[in-house]
């Protein structure tokens, strides 16, 4: 009896939690939450904008809209899970080193750059080197509270592959837990 218990939870877990393949403008594909919608568009936005209502959204659609007119940007946005809470993913042509002895101080020039774009001060939460993906010539994560909006956390791995510096950015208010959970899903999954 155990043992089918322990099995139907199993099942109901893995169905619940189906990840669907993405394939990203910047040539790799990646897993995630089936829920999740890749923005890459601007003229999404005018048929999300038209289908809603809420100022909120509205506020969000704008916001979105305007990133993507500034810089070439791809955002994933779960809109079963938050309102509020999205993912978005830049690639830059750099090519620098970090390790554990540098790490601390990247993640401290990062915030240093934000706080004087931000104009909040606002404190580390973490800062590690990250294992995934598993290619890279190097991958750390940072946390801190956002320094654009208030009650907004940042969550943020930041890798280096063939020249080219890969930042993937959690803008999270709330389902934080589970924002990070799908964070660390994406990276780990991703494939060129």
């Not at 104009?119 to 890279?136: D, G, Q, S, T, W």
Request: proline share 1%.
């Amino acid at each position: 009896m155990k043992k089918l218990y322990i099995l139907l939870i199993s099942l109901i877990i893995s169905f619940n939690s189906e990840a669907k393949e993405f394939k990203s403008q910047f040539n790799f594909i990646f897993k995630l939450d089936d829920n999740y919608q890749v923005i890459n568009n601007s003229n999404l936005y005018e048929v999300y904008n038209s289908s809603h209502n809420d100022p909120k959204i509205k506020q969000q659609i704008n916001i979105f809209s305007q990133r993507l007119k500034e810089q070439d940007v791809e955002i994933l946005y779960n809109f079963k899970q938050s309102l509020f809470n999205s993912i978005s993913i830049l690639v830059f042509n750099e090519n620098y080193k970090v390790d554990e002895k540098k790490v601390l101080k990247q993640c401290k020039k990062i915030l240093k750059i934000e706080k004087k774009f931000g104009k909040r001060k606002v404190n580390l939460i973490e800062c590690r080197m990250h294992e995934y993906p598993k290619f890279a010539d190097w991958s750390m994560y940072r946390e801190n509270e956002s320094s654009f909006f208030e009650n907004v956390l940042t969550q943020q791995i930041i890798f280096m592959f063939n020249k080219k510096e890969y930042v993937i950015t959690v803008a999270c208010i709330e389902k934080c837990k589970q924002t990070k959970n799908d964070l660390f899903q994406l990276v780990k999954s991703i494939k060129f």
